[in-house]
């Protein structure tokens, strides 16, 4: 399959940069429990980390049992199947699965394993994949993890063409738990809505919140053009139990 190139702001801004996580260690001593998943005492790490799964569509749902999460779109909004988000994960042949997914997250890529967007574009979802080099992502210090990354992105966003940027880290409350988040706000050139070459410039918000099971990350990313609708985007997370 000829893989189609789409442009979408939030992939943009989402694998800009690497996720290093920042004061990793297998301890207990500097867990937040209100930013990650709990990982199952019972298991070891290459244990948790063989469950790990690119979850499935259910009807206008999507479920991933893996990060406990459910997606629950509002009217109007599609998920990207298989073959859609192939087009969108680089290091994917034709069509993302479990096997394809991993093998290119254990490579060091990153994998967006799940899409959504609005019936007028304007609002979009996603959540991206990274493995790291320790047994239990849990143990992140979140505040060091953030600062890392809004620095990363503050560098690298300019050369995608964004401008006028604001990256902050934020509080927000994401699947009814407090949690840490990073902020961007910028102008960003899109096609004209005529269809044709021409491009417009759009102001872009984007809200990043990360969930942590085993030696992976999952970044979930809001994205709205012209206006901050990311905590609604947001909103349409939950956990399953």
Same mark, same amino acid.
């Given at each position: 399959?000829?893989?189609? &190139?789409?442009?979408?702001?939030?992939c943009?801004?989402?694998?800009?940069?690497?996720?290093?996580?920042?004061?990793c260690?297998?301890n207990?001593? %500097?867990?937040d429990?209100?930013?990650?998943?709990?990982?199952?005492?019972?298991?070891?790490g290459?244990?948790t980390?063989?469950?790990? %799964?690119? /979850?499935?569509?259910?009807d206008?749902?999507?479920?991933n049992?893996?990060?406990?999460?459910?997606?629950? /779109?509002?009217?109007?909004? +599609?998920?990207l199947n298989e073959?859609?988000?192939?087009? &969108?994960?680089?290091?994917i042949?034709?069509?993302?699965?479990?096997?394809s997914?991993?093998?290119a997250?254990?490579?060091?890529?990153?994998?967006? &394993?799940?899409?959504a967007?609005s019936?007028?574009?304007?609002?979009?979802?996603?959540?991206?994949?990274?493995?790291?080099?320790?047994?239990?992502?849990?143990?992140?210090?979140?505040?060091?993890?953030i600062?890392?990354?809004?620095?990363?992105?503050?560098?690298?966003?300019?050369?995608q063409?964004? +401008?006028?940027?604001?990256?902050?880290?934020?509080?927000?409350?994401?699947?009814?738990?407090?949690?840490?988040?990073?902020?961007?706000?910028?102008?960003?050139?899109?096609?004209?809505?005529?269809?044709s070459?021409?491009?417009?410039?759009?102001?872009?918000?984007?809200t990043?919140?990360y969930?942590?099971?085993?030696?992976?990350?999952?970044?979930?990313?809001?994205s709205?053009f012209?206006e901050?609708?990311? /905590?609604?985007?947001?909103?349409?997370?939950?956990?399953?139990?």
């Open positions: 399959m000829k893989k189609k &190139i789409i442009a979408i702001a939030a943009v801004a989402a694998c800009s940069f690497p996720l290093g996580l920042a004061g260690s297998n207990n001593e %500097n867990t429990q209100t930013n990650t998943v709990s990982t199952e005492s019972t298991l070891s290459e244990e980390d063989a469950l790990f %799964n690119i /979850g499935e569509i259910q206008t749902d999507y479920v049992d893996f990060f406990n999460l459910k997606y629950t /779109g509002n009217a109007g909004w +599609r998920l073959e859609q988000l192939a087009t &969108i994960s680089s290091s042949e034709d069509v993302l699965t479990n096997e997914a991993k093998a997250i254990e490579s060091g890529k990153t994998s967006i &394993i799940m899409y967007v019936e007028d574009a304007k609002q979009n979802l996603s959540l991206m994949v990274e493995k790291h080099d320790v047994n239990n992502t849990q143990d992140a210090d979140m505040d060091a993890f600062d890392k990354s809004v620095e990363s992105l503050s560098a690298s966003l300019p050369a063409g964004f +401008r006028d940027l604001e990256v902050t880290k934020t509080d927000i409350t994401f699947c009814s738990k407090p949690a840490k988040a990073i902020k961007i706000k910028a102008k960003y050139d899109v096609k004209a809505a005529d269809g070459e021409n491009t417009e410039e759009k102001e872009i918000y984007e990043m919140v969930v942590f099971r085993g030696s992976y990350s999952g970044c979930v990313t809001a709205s012209d901050d609708k990311t /905590g609604e985007v947001l909103d349409m997370f939950s956990k399953l139990q």
